[in-house]
């Protein structure tokens, strides 16, 4: 089981990544582990976490040559091409998966396995990851999904729509996503000042204080952002299969699981992005004399 808020973080990450900063504050890890780390990558694999994990460089990537694209930074092509160059080495899967691996061993519940492994081998679990893991591609236009979930709410039923809703809240997407926007940005922020500290960017504390002051209208917009991605992405399962869906996701394994991932999912961007920060002023020398 994957999980398709996934996608709204990779499309803001693109741009966290190109704008630079934020603040970070992962939750620390239990020292000892529940599970033992094959477990952990089974379950990282059976539920796509290990495939979206792969795509997370190429989707900052693709965010960084779109702003390029689209004139939407100062970089020349030569500061561009270093960037690229940085955030493919900070967020390249054989060091995220690693960490996150490491981090989910010790936060998924032992007795929890049978149940997990039972989800995520069936039927309705394997179908619902490879909707997921698709969804996380990316080459996927993330607007236009969520331009077309806007569309697929308007003309679904209630029990849709109350579905989708139920969905959201269950996951925590939007207050998942925020959080997560906020600390990779922050940890870009902490990377470059650990480096540079007389640098141009604002001391991490303001800058924390400044995305504090923001949360709230962040947390809004991302709220109704999750329930168009939810409607676009899972329109091909039925409502009994997303009710179906939501129960294991409701259950004790379940939420417990959605738990440990965004945890761990958290925990490694963090760190992947204070490893970019401290690689960013080696991409404009020019710009940090």
């Known amino acids: ?28 890890v239990p020292a000892l582990a529940q599970i033992d780390e094959g477990a952990a990558e089974r379950l990282m694999r059976a539920s796509g976490l290990w495939d979206q994990l792969g795509n997370t460089a190429a989707g900052a990537r693709a965010g960084i040559e779109a702003a390029s694209r689209n004139r939407l930074t100062a970089l020349t092509e030569e500061e561009v091409q270093r960037l690229l160059k940085a955030t493919d080495a900070a967020f390249a899967a054989d060091r995220l998966r690693p960490s996150v691996r490491r981090a989910m061993a010790a936060r998924v519940p032992r007795e929890h396995l049978g149940a997990l492994d039972g989800w995520l ?40 729509r109350r579905l989708i809703d139920q969905l959201a809240e269950a996951t925590r997407a939007a207050e998942a996503t925020t959080d997560i926007i906020i600390n990779v940005a922050v940890a870009v922020q902490r990377g470059m000042a650990g480096v540079r500290p007389e640098g141009p960017a604002p001391p991490v504390a303001v800058l924390r204080e400044a995305l504090a002051a923001q949360r709230a209208q962040m947390l809004q917009a991302r709220e109704g952002m999750s329930r168009a991605l939810f409607a676009e992405i899972y329109h091909p399962v039925p409502d009994a299969d997303l009710a179906s869906y939501l129960g294991f996701l409701r259950g004790e394994p379940g939420r417990r699981f959605l738990e440990a991932t965004l945890l761990s999912m958290e925990q490694a961007l963090v760190e992947a992005a204070e490893r970019l920060g401290t690689r960013l002023p080696a991409t404009r020398p020019a710009a940090n004399t």
């Not at 394997?126 to 806007?150: K, L, M, W």
């Open 1 to 28: 089981m994957a999980f398709a808020r996934w996608t709204a973080v990779l499309a803001r990450l693109r741009k966290v990544v190109v704008l630079g900063g934020l603040l970070a504050t992962a939750a620390l």
């Open 121 to 160: 081998g069936s039927e309705l679990g394997r179908r619902i990851t490879a909707i997921e893991v698709a969804a996380s591609r990316p080459d996927r236009d993330s607007d236009r999904v969520i331009r077309a979930g806007v569309q697929r709410l308007a003309e679904a039923s209630e029990e849709r």
